[in-house]
């Protein structure tokens, strides 16, 4: 792809762009959740010509995720509550990590724990394997430690999970923030104080559908998260938000479909 319009420091010619200390060779990225570990995708598409790639979500030990339904259709976007599920740390680093490390494109670890020590030991098993370029601290899980509520409910925890996983990473640490917070530049500036190098903005939008057939939630899980193109002008506000608090860099995503969306 090339830019019509390029933005500025940016030739058609060339697509480069740095996150931090971290050179991509192209703004586009693979969200985490949306293109599983990345591999499973290359009989599709040529992962080379990515930027990057953010890989779904790790935890210390698997998960086996969320009872179907799992996804449902929105109007200009779907739901999903896939419910983090994931073969676990270790096989990652065993099984999909080698055939990543085949392409030139940045894999970007996406870590979580439902504890300060659970995000701090993934690391800690990350750190030891070559092929990753950086990781991304998804804040929006349950911390058991506080009754059960999200390391991105306040800036506080916001900001011991990103200082505790900052003790432990050597690589670059980006931090993806939750949309449904009050001010999400509170969020941005605790994550930046506590060392985080790039701020992701931002994860899905929580969200209800029902089945009328059934008169019961259309998914699994309840609730699930919204993204989809829908959402962009929203995220894009937060973007916004966020840059005017820090100075470290901020990777948008949420509905991005076409080059204009890219450049704004």
Sequence with gaps: MSFSNPPKGLSSGDLRVRVGSLELANPILAASGTFG?????????????????????????????APP????????????????????VRAFVEEKLPQLRQYRTAIVANVFGRAIGEYQEVIRILEDAPGIAAYELNISCPNVEKGGSEFSCSPETTAAAVSAARQVAKRPLWVKLSP?????????????????????VANTYPALAFDLATGKPALGNVT????????????????????????????????????DDVIE
């Design 37 to 65: 570990y990345g591999v499973e995708f290359a009989h599709l598409a040529d992962l080379n010509r990515l930027g990057g790639i953010v890989t779904k979500g790790l935890s210390l030990e698997p998960i086996a995720g």
């Design 69 to 88: 339904p799992r996804l449902v259709p929105t109007p200009s976007g779907m739901m999903n509550a896939v419910g983090l599920q994931n073969m676990g």
């Design 180 to 200: 449904w917070v009050g001010r999400i530049a509170e969020f941005a500036r605790a994550a930046e104080s506590a060392g985080a190098d790039a701020l992701t």
């Design 224 to 259: 699930g998260g919204l993204s989809g193109p829908a959402i962009r002008p929203i995220t894009v506000r937060l973007v916004w938000e966020a840059h005017q608090a820090v100075e470290i860099p901020i990777v948008g995503l949420g509905g991005v479909e076409t080059t």
